[in-house]
């Protein structure tokens, strides 16, 4: 019951609109019990005319007329709570959406690094489904079913203990039977969850690289993977409505047993006259009116254990501790003449050992600093750490003197704009990919294009700004997804920039556009390049070169060049590479 009392704490801000519910519920409630009992004068009345030539006809239309108004409130009354109903759902929905991702907003990056976001968001509309379930089911039964069933017991008791007491008895039973068969069908919910967010998980990763699966003719195994998943689901079902439909039976089974007891004893009574024909038809639709409680209860017990079950992995998102904090506490302005310094930093992965090996560097104001060596050597790891994206194992990082541990995460990355090595867009329009993060005017976001040499392929689309890219800019190539990067680089102006492999997927052309637009991004800024390709570090001012985590040299490109290492020997090998291609097709 640990996440259910959560559900309870987490649903807080909504108590007043539960109790607003509840109420009106109960109001309800009383009103379709106030019917049996005056349908109880009603036939007194009828039979008293009948036996005795008497009785009051207008008392008898008096009778009719309040049962048919206080249907009809009761009616109203039903109508309003379930608007209520509905507003409760939306502001509960809204609210467990919002805790969710405000938590998934501040993780740290290592969270995403073991996670899929397709189980993200299946975990997350799951724990909406079941939480969202177990409040509606709270204050449209619980409370409402338990004071029903009080009350209904007492009237029984007044008329008929014998009634009373075998109606009672119907409640344990039932309960009995439903609890321990929702607690069996919870433990398989728990194991059916962990496949059904592997399906998902998987179907999404394989929509989002649909490209790789086609080009590789996958279809068939990534289909068989996902069918033999969803076999294992059907399975773990079919053990859930096998023991579902047998306590079911249980449950009926022993309702009818308990019912003919009842019956035999009303009409009994009836017959020896003990029991008016009034109280009989009261008795009856009283016990009508038990078995609805009666089944409340066992489907909120089913609710309750599938709470239980199914916002299990919901709260241990939320359980998970957050390490940054995004709502701004104060404008945060930009570093002049940054400086970027590592001082012995070390590093290392959850999952590996000594990524970074005691790096220092210095990087100062308006340099240009290439980051060069073989691919694993940490060239990345130390771009995740000047965005602040993890933390070191030991030693500092210093931005213009000031210690990253004395910086939040805003104030960090305010002062940088990374133009990525993958072409990071989002599915919506060019305007809104260049202006992402800056309230801009449209002025400023064609300059930004003009200035990325990208404003002339942007003005030919059909709906220019307000064309859609696609998902991951799919509807644009390579070239222009660069340029696009680079426009929302230089709209940010952040007096630091990171190019990650800005041009390594790009053909000659394609690579020469998009660095005309790098020239006019980086001027006056401090810049840190990854690059493989060495004709794209040509003008750095310094090199940083790694090997195994390490830094093992350090110098302008024309030094490291002429001495042996592992930068002249990577040189080495471009130009022996460039040099056959030339030979082979006799270019000079």
Do not use: C
Request: charged share 20%; proline share 2%.
């Amino acid at each position: 019951m640990k996440n259910i009392l959560r559900i309870i704490k987490i649903s807080r801000p909504l108590y007043s609109l539960v109790v607003l519910i509840a109420f009106l519920i109960l109001l309800t409630a009383a009103l379709e019990l106030v019917s049996p009992i005056l349908s109880k004068y009603i036939v007194d009345e009828i039979v008293s005319r009948i036996q005795h030539k008497g009785g009051d006809s207008s008392r008898l239309i008096f009778l009719i007329a309040l049962v048919f108004i206080l249907s009809t409130i009761s009616v109203i009354f039903t109508a309003i709570t379930e608007r209520i109903g509905d507003h409760f759902a939306g502001r509960l929905r809204r609210l467990l959406t919002e805790k969710f991702y405000d938590k998934v907003l501040t993780l740290p990056q290592s969270y995403y690094d073991s996670e899929i976001s397709g189980k993200i968001v299946n975990q997350l509309n799951r724990g909406i489904v079941t939480i969202q379930g177990f409040i509606n089911v709270s204050t449209n039964f619980i409370l409402p079913s338990i004071l029903q069933s009080i009350f209904t017991i007492a009237v029984l008791a007044y008329y008929n203990i014998p009634t009373a007491i075998f109606t009672f008895l119907l409640f344990p039973i039932y309960l009995w039977i439903s609890y321990y068969s929702s607690k069996r069908w919870a433990k398989e919910e728990v194991e059916k969850n962990k496949y059904e967010d592997i399906s998902r998980g998987r179907i999404q990763e394989v929509i989002s690289n649909i490209k790789v699966v086609k080009s590789f003719s996958n279809e068939r195994n990534e289909y068989n993977l996902v069918s033999q998943t969803l076999k294992k689901i059907n399975e773990i079902y079919a053990r859930q409505s096998n023991t579902f439909h047998f306590f079911d039976f249980l449950r009926n089974f022993s309702l009818t047993v308990v019912l003919l007891i009842i019956n035999l004893i009303i009409f009994y009574g009836a017959f020896q006259g003990t029991l008016t024909i009034g109280e009989m038809v009261l008795i009856l639709q009283l016990i009508n009116q038990a078995r609805r409680p009666l089944f409340a209860m066992s489907f909120i017990l089913t609710q309750v254990q599938m709470a239980e079950s199914g916002s299990k992995e919901f709260f241990e998102i939320l359980n998970l501790k957050s390490t940054e904090d995004y709502i701004l506490k104060g404008k945060t302005a930009l570093v002049t003449n940054p400086t970027i310094e590592f001082k012995n930093v070390n590093f290392n992965y959850e999952t590996s050992k000594n990524v970074l090996k005691d790096v220092s560097f210095k990087i100062e104001n308006k340099e240009i600093v290439a980051l060069v060596g073989p691919s694993g050597t940490g060239k990345t790891t130390i771009v995740n750490l000047i965005m602040k994206f993890y933390e070191p194992t030991s030693g500092d990082i210093f931005l213009k003197n000031k210690n990253y541990q004395e910086l939040s995460h805003f104030a960090v990355r305010n002062n940088i704009a990374l133009v990525f090595q993958e072409n990071e867009l989002f599915s919506s329009t060019i305007r809104e990919n260049v202006a992402y993060g800056n309230k801009a005017a449209e002025k400023e976001i064609v300059n930004a294009l003009k200035l990325a040499n990208a404003y002339d392929f942007v003005k030919k689309l059909p709906k220019g700004l307000d064309s859609l890219v696609g998902e991951r800019g799919v509807r644009l190539s390579g070239g222009q997804k660069q340029r696009i990067q680079i426009a929302r680089a230089i709209l940010k102006n952040s007096p630091i920039l990171i190019l990650d492999e800005a041009t390594s997927s790009l053909d000659a052309k394609s690579e020469r556009e998009v660095q005309l637009g790098l020239e006019n991004l980086m001027k006056d800024k401090l810049v840190i390049v990854i690059a493989h390709r060495f004709s794209t570090i040509q003008n750095v001012h310094k090199v940083i070169v790694l090997d195994k985590g390490e830094i093992v040299d350090y110098g302008n490109p024309k030094e490291l060049s002429t001495r042996p290492g592992v930068y002249s020997d990577l040189l080495r090998y471009q130009v022996e590479g460039n040099k056959k291609l030339l030979e082979q097709f006799e270019i000079y």
